[in-house]
């Protein structure tokens, strides 16, 4: 059993409670369908069941009687959940008018039930940008206690036959925070480092990245990777970790060896942290397109209740692959 099929089981045992807010986008649906015949969730789509039910005909499937449809302009949940975000919002201006049209929004209706307890995570992103998913995550699910960053991996798994080493590698931050400072970078670190462990079960090695190993350029882009390191040593003393190291020197021991980068990790990193989101998003984007790699995220870190995004370029797998990821998220923060 690789890692994902072990995820799938582990999701298939919590039998937790995904809502999904895009019930309009075909892929979203797929998933949804095969989430619920395998029992990977429970799921809820956010829509019109007429409207759903048109377009799994479309495509050709049948919606599960398992899968519950709500619309929100017609929930009961509706009062309770304007309610919420009235009490969440109202300090940044929120009326009670806003928050109630806030609500109807199938994103935030979606946070919302998972903010009351309704279900247990929200997965969304396929039809809308990263920026849009995150800022509704935050503002209503809200980072967990003692978290002030939230940040996003992606589950890379490579299991192609072209892949000399499989299994599954975990990327950070390909998705949120634009431009980390040393500090920030440090906790993205140390986050990443619990999300593959909750994941995986296996022990985090983490490889901070940049243009140089051991010192081979210097610039203060490599400083800030050398500063965070440092940072993460000095709060987390028990993880293995090193860097500023390039990703050849990470990946692959002969490298890790003639760059003067045996110790610690040897070349066999797991955690790949990029210094910064431009090189992240590309990165992993070249990963999943030109290497091969399958690429489930962005993931986040760091809220006090599963919400996940998507790329807009993401498949029907990718969604459910998420749903089950977010189902084990869940599960461990219970
Ligand atoms: C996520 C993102 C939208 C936040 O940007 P922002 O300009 O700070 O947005 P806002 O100012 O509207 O912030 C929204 C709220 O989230 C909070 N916030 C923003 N980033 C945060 C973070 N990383 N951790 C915790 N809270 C954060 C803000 O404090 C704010 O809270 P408030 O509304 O209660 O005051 C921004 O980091 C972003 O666009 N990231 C890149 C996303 C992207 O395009 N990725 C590439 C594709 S995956
Ligand atoms: C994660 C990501 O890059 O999302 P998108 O492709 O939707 O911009």
Redesign the pocket.
């Known amino acids: 059993m690789n890692q994902l099929e072990k995820i799938f089981a582990n999701a298939k045992r919590l039998k937790k409670t995904i809502i999904l807010p895009e019930s309009g986008d075909k892929r979203v649906l797929e998933a949804a369908c095969k989430a619920a015949d395998l029992g990977v969730a429970r799921i809820i789509l956010v829509g019109v069941k007429s409207d759903v039910d048109a377009l799994c005909a479309e495509i050709g499937i049948t919606r599960p009687d398992a899968i519950e449809v709500i619309a929100p302009e017609s929930s009961a949940l509706l009062p309770e959940l304007s309610k919420l975000y009235y009490t969440l919002r109202k300090h940044?201006g929120v009326t009670e008018e806003d928050a109630d049209k806030a609500a109807r929004n199938p994103y935030v209706f979606a946070a919302l039930m998972v903010k009351a307890g309704h279900a247990d995570g929200t997965v969304s992103g396929a039809a809308c940008?990263?920026?849009d998913v995150?800022?509704t995550a935050?503002?209503v699910i809200g980072?967990a206690p003692g978290t002030?960053?939230?940040?996003s991996f992606f589950l890379m798994m490579l299991e192609a036959d072209h892949h000399a080493k499989k299994g599954a590698f975990l990327f950070s931050d390909?998705?949120?925070?634009?431009d980390p400072d040393a500090a920030e970078l440090s906790k993205i670190a140390i986050a990443a480092a619990g999300s593959y462990t909750m994941l995986t079960g296996d022990t985090p090695r983490v490889a901070m990245l940049s243009f140089a190993t051991r010192g081979s350029a210097s610039h203060p882009m490599v400083d800030k990777v050398e500063q965070a390191v440092k940072l993460v040593r000095l709060n987390r003393p028990d993880l293995l970790v090193d860097g500023a190291l390039q990703f050849d020197a990470a990946f692959v021991p002969e490298i890790a060896k003639s760059k003067g980068a045996a110790e610690p990790l040897g070349g066999e990193a797991n955690i790949f942290i990029f210094p910064d989101?431009q090189a992240g998003?590309i990165g992993y984007k070249i990963a999943q397109r030109i290497g091969g790699a399958s690429a489930i995220g962005?993931v986040l870190q760091?809220l006090d209740k599963p919400a996940n995004?998507l790329?807009r370029g993401c498949s029907a797998q990718d969604v459910l692959d998420m749903i089950a990821v977010t189902a084990c998220q869940a599960g461990a923060q219970k």
């Open positions: 940044k940008s990263t920026a995150v800022r935050i503002q980072a002030r960053l939230v940040s390909c998705g949120l925070v634009i989101l998003n962005p760091g995004d790329s």
